[in-house]
């Protein structure tokens, strides 16, 4: 079993950045695919990036947003750079024991999300 914690949301200004932070506990993840979605009110969860091989990321948010994992934290991070209104939404980490779940995007794991919410 595998508990996962969001921290690093908040309220910034369009442009600013933040850092997500999901940490892990009750299993060692370093193997494990982890992914990023977020859900927007009124709308569907979106995934947004995701790691085991490598890095993957939406269309929306690629080049502005990048996930890297720290293991000896069994923490996985989310940067987000150049932020917009449109990124405002509850950030979710997920986690999976089967790499192949960064491109399948099925995860086993979910965390309680994090709130992230862009100003104009």
């Known amino acids: 079993q595998v508990q996962l914690v969001e921290s690093g949301g908040g309220l910034v200004q369009a442009g600013g950045s933040l850092r997500l932070s999901c940490a892990a506990s009750?299993?060692?993840?370093?193997?494990?695919?982890v992914g990023w979605f977020r859900q927007a009110p009124g709308k569907e969860r979106e995934f947004v990036a995701a790691i085991s091989w490598s890095p993957y990321y939406a269309d929306s948010v690629k080049g502005r947003f990048t996930i890297s994992r720290d293991n000896a934290k069994n923490t996985v991070y989310l940067l987000m750079n150049s932020l917009k209104p449109e990124d405002t939404a509850v950030y979710y980490c997920?986690?999976?024991?089967?790499?192949?779940?960064?491109?399948?995007?099925?995860?086993?794991?979910w965390g309680q999300g994090t709130q992230v919410t862009v100003s104009s």
């Open positions: 009750g299993r060692t993840f370093s193997t494990y695919a």
């Open positions: 997920a986690a999976d024991p089967n790499p192949i779940a960064a491109m399948t995007r099925r995860y086993d794991y």
